[in-house]
């Protein structure tokens, strides 16, 4: 026999609540999907998710085939989809990691590429992940410890587009111990990745070494931390809007005189959004640096230009830059 379907919570109950409330405050466009991995954040955010859009959602879970407990996390979903009345879509990928690169990257990369996949396979507007305030905290120590600019100190973004899907965060304000505290109250079974517990992983060492000391020396880090990020998001939105107005000046290439009129600072912002923008590559610190000395070498008609960056070399044809892959 079917399981009787789960009443949808009224306005005033899931207003109340810790994990209802941010979701029900997103107003997303329907039907939607969840990133499913089986885990207690995820595991949350479906059966809050299928409780408030009966029958609108659906779950896309990654089978990256990277540990032995990966078929158990895919049987355990299965099972938990059953239960919610939620269809599961599967997504099977080696998401093994190229030499010099990063695994978590690749791990990463790969995973947004199975869920844009699956989402416009089965016409899905958008797509929620379950990150969480204590993510958010991590994402932004970890660029700190990394030099990183605006764009690492931004964080995650509650709302962002990737591979042509929409894809949102509303449990990003949430603690984790609340995550799983609703988990708890609401009986909900879940599954623990093993690699969760690993310190050889820098986010797992912020994790378990670094947030406990936090939250013993300022309890309210997480929102602190947020608040720091959504001012660096301010800051850099601004000054992409610098940048595309400075490169729509140059008829959409980097012009050499015209760059070299511009203060430093502003020829970085310039070159660095030329380059993620349209041609997806994002060029180290010591690269930009390279680039820009460069740039003010260029005092002859005759001189040449060519640095590598990213996937392909940055090159000066004329008056002009211009990027060429490979």
Request: proline fraction near 7%.
């Amino acid at each position: 026999m079917a399981a009787s379907p789960t009443p949808r919570p009224s306005p005033a109950e899931a207003g109340a609540d810790v994990v209802l409330a941010p979701l029900g405050a997103l107003n997303p466009p329907l039907p939607l999907g969840v990133a499913f991995s089986g885990g207690a954040d995820s595991s949350v955010l479906l059966a809050a998710a299928a409780r408030l859009w009966p029958g609108a959602v659906q779950a896309i879970h990654v089978h990256h085939g990277l540990q032995a407990a990966a078929d158990a996390f895919t049987e355990h979903c299965e099972r938990a989809c059953a239960g919610l009345g939620v269809p599961l879509h599967v997504r099977r990928l080696d998401a093994r990691h190229a030499p010099g690169e990063s695994p978590e990257d690749a791990a990463r990369r790969a995973r947004y590429e199975a869920l844009a996949a699956s989402a416009q396979e089965q016409g899905l507007a958008c797509v929620l992940l379950a990150q969480h305030a204590d993510d958010q905290a991590e994402t932004l120590l970890l660029a700190l410890s990394r030099g990183a600019g605006l764009p690492g100190l931004a964080a995650m973004p509650a709302r962002f587009e990737r591979h042509g899907v929409a894809f949102l965060r509303p449990l990003l304000g949430v603690p984790g111990s609340e995550l799983r505290r609703w988990a708890r109250e609401q009986s909900i079974v879940f599954v623990e990745d093993p690699t969760n517990a690993d310190t050889r992983y820098t986010r797992n060492r912020i994790r378990h070494e670094l947030l406990p000391a936090l939250e013993s020396a300022f309890p309210s880090f997480r929102e602190t931390f947020a608040r720091s990020a959504r001012h660096a998001a301010q800051a850099k939105g601004l000054l992409d809007e610098v940048a595309a107005t400075d490169l729509a000046a140059m008829d959409g290439e980097p012009d050499i005189a015209q760059l070299q009129a511009l203060s430093p600072a502003r020829q970085a912002n310039l070159l660095r959004h030329w380059l993620k923008t349209l041609h997806a590559q994002q060029p180290s610190a010591a690269q930009l640096d390279e680039l820009l000395a460069q740039v003010a070498d260029c005092t002859t008609r005759g001189h040449r230009l060519q640095l590598k960056v990213g996937t392909g070399h940055v090159l000066r044809d004329g008056p002009r830059l211009r990027f060429a892959p490979g």
